[in-house]
């Protein structure tokens, strides 16, 4: 099955379910016949447990694991330099990889996760990331997601929704936890 008019969505904003929301669409979008490919940026294995319970998603992560590396943060100091060039280098890969994804036309849907990030972050071209976004297969869906989305890609996105945190459990002390939020 192939879809008659891929559209790209925006998952973006503060709040929580960007990813988690996209593991539902995968799993829709699986038991309709769409082949899906799941492509992480930034996080490392992060949701590979939930995405991989269903074999049928093609899933690859790029990123580094943030008990060894840390989080990324946009105001990079000097001891952070090795830890932003490590970060550039898998981002790099996960560009090459995604193209290459996208041009094939194999993928139904494509998910690229915290793609956005990886933008805000200056580890990917805005630029290059349009042009591969608007000369996609017909046919191909593609969501990305993460936050600060850049105007120029919402400008280009046929579905926009924004999460918005109002309360989190972080704010009383609870930390993510295992099963529910990753």
């Known amino acids: 099955m192939k879809l008659k008019q891929g559209l790209i969505q925006i998952y973006t904003g503060s709040g929580k379910g960007k990813t988690t929301a996209t593991i539902g669409v995968a799993n829709r979008a699986t038991a309709a016949g769409l082949k899906v490919s799941f492509i992480q940026f930034l996080k490392h294995d992060t949701d590979k447990a939930t995405v991989t319970q269903n074999p049928k998603i093609n899933y690859k992560s790029f990123g580094l694991d943030y008990k060894k590396y840390g989080w990324l943060k946009k105001e990079q100091n000097k001891t952070q330099s090795e830890h932003l060039k490590k970060f550039q280098k898998i981002t790099d890969k996960a560009w090459q990889y995604t193209a290459k994804t ?17 933008i805000y972050f200056d580890l990917l071209d805005t630029k290059k990331v349009i042009e591969i976004l608007k000369n996609k297969p017909k046919h191909q869906e593609i969501i990305l997601t993460g936050r600060q989305s850049p105007q120029e890609i919402l400008e280009i996105a046929d579905l926009v929704t924004e999460m918005k945190e109002l309360k989190h459990p972080y704010q009383k002390g609870i930390q993510a936890r295992k099963g529910i939020d990753y």
């Open 102 to 118: 996208i041009q094939t036309g194999d993928s139904d849907l494509i998910i690229l996760d915290e793609l956005n990030l990886a």
